[in-house]
């Protein structure tokens, strides 16, 4: 099984690179699409959320850092945040890849930028409301096909719910069928295009949507913005074999032991196996936690024991 995981990643890496334009959900390309165009992030933004307009007359990019970085082994920032003109605090990321803890790998980072606004001394009123826009190139929700999700605390029975609380906003891209005449629908086909044949057929749809397609073909036919985007998506597919391969050597471990706790602590000996590999490679605590599903606390001490902190 591990053998057929590895010819399949090598088939995805010649396809990659046959590809003719580079995917606007490959991270670096993300990045630049949103964080360094602020007409379309705002747009993208109205499309999405269940919020006036006039909420993001004013947005600051918190984390302006691009993804290059992240080839040399140094600080990566591959998802987007971001505040708004009355002081909400947004994240934007892409998930390429489901596992068992993707969820609360989503939880975990929304809760942070709740708690990173809190100072000692400050008052509990300082906090503002943090909204999570995910999108999925997975189907987060086999029960139906609907593709927007508003996910936030609530009463089932009553219809109470918290206000201005923590939100999340999962939008499946494997459930897009192409434009559907919507501004949020044209955004979500934009970011589902495979070809510069569909780029374009989205192109007319708004002013910023145009200008992305034009920064999309822009990089992919840059050297070294296309070298940086392959790099990331190989990394990315080798991650996603090395997790894989893991996680079968737990199993088959657990297997052989016949007991559920060899099960789990096999699979842990792989997902430990495997993020050691690439404190190694000197990659960034929060990329690796992104592909194995560890806990912040559980990359930093498996750091210290091999003298990688």
């Known amino acids: 099984m591990v053998e057929l995981i590895l010819v399949k990643t090598a088939q995805r890496k010649r396809n990659v690179m046959k590809q003719d334009i580079i995917l606007p959900i490959n991270d670096h390309v993300f990045k630049i699409l949103l964080s360094k165009n602020i007409p379309a992030l705002r747009e993208f933004l109205t499309?999405?959320?269940?919020?006036p307009a006039e909420?993001?007359?004013?947005?600051?990019?918190?984390?302006?850092?691009?993804?290059?970085?992240?080839?040399?082994?140094?600080?990566?920032?591959?998802?987007?945040?971001l505040e708004t003109k009355t002081g909400r605090r947004i994240h934007i990321d892409v998930q390429r890849r489901k596992y068992p803890s993707v969820w609360q790998r989503f939880l975990y980072y929304g809760s942070k930028m709740v708690v990173e606004q809190g100072?000692?001394?400050?008052?509990?009123?300082s906090i503002r409301q943090v909204i999570c826009i995910i999108l999925t190139d997975f189907r987060a929700y086999d029960y139906t096909e609907a593709w927007r999700h508003r996910v936030f605390l609530n009463d089932p029975n009553t219809g109470a719910h918290f206000p201005e609380g923590l939100?999340?906003?999962v939008l499946e891209l494997p459930k897009i069928k192409g434009p559907d005449g919507t501004l949020l629908g044209d955004w979500m086909a934009f970011f589902n295009s495979k070809t510069e044949e569909q780029l374009m057929s989205i192109a007319s749809s708004s002013p910023a949507i145009k200008e992305s397609v034009g920064t999309v073909k822009k990089l992919s036919g840059s050297?070294?913005?296309?070298?940086?985007?392959l790099s990331m998506e190989m990394a990315r597919?080798?991650?996603?074999?090395a997790h894989y391969d893991g996680q079968q050597k737990g199993i088959e471990k657990?297997?052989?032991?016949?007991?559920?706790?060899?099960?789990?602590e096999g699979r842990q000996e792989g997902l430990l196996d495997v993020a050691s590999k690439m404190l190694r490679e000197k990659t960034e605590h929060a990329v690796i936690a992104r592909w194995t599903g560890l806990s912040p606390g559980e990359i930093?001490?498996?750091?210290?024991q091999l003298g990688e902190d």
């Open 47 to 51: 499309a999405v959320l269940d919020l």
């Open 254 to 264: 657990g297997r052989q032991e016949g007991r559920q706790e060899g099960r789990q």
């Open 119 to 125: 100072k000692s001394g400050d008052s509990y009123a």
């Open 223 to 229: 050297e070294r913005d296309r070298a940086i985007a």
């Open 237 to 241: 597919m080798d991650m996603e074999a």
């Open 300 to 304: 930093k001490n498996l750091a210290s």
């Open 55 to 81: 909420e993001f007359d004013e947005l600051t990019v918190l984390d302006p850092v691009l993804t290059p970085e992240y080839i040399n082994g140094k600080k990566v920032a591959v998802d987007i945040k």
């Open 167 to 169: 939100e999340f906003y």
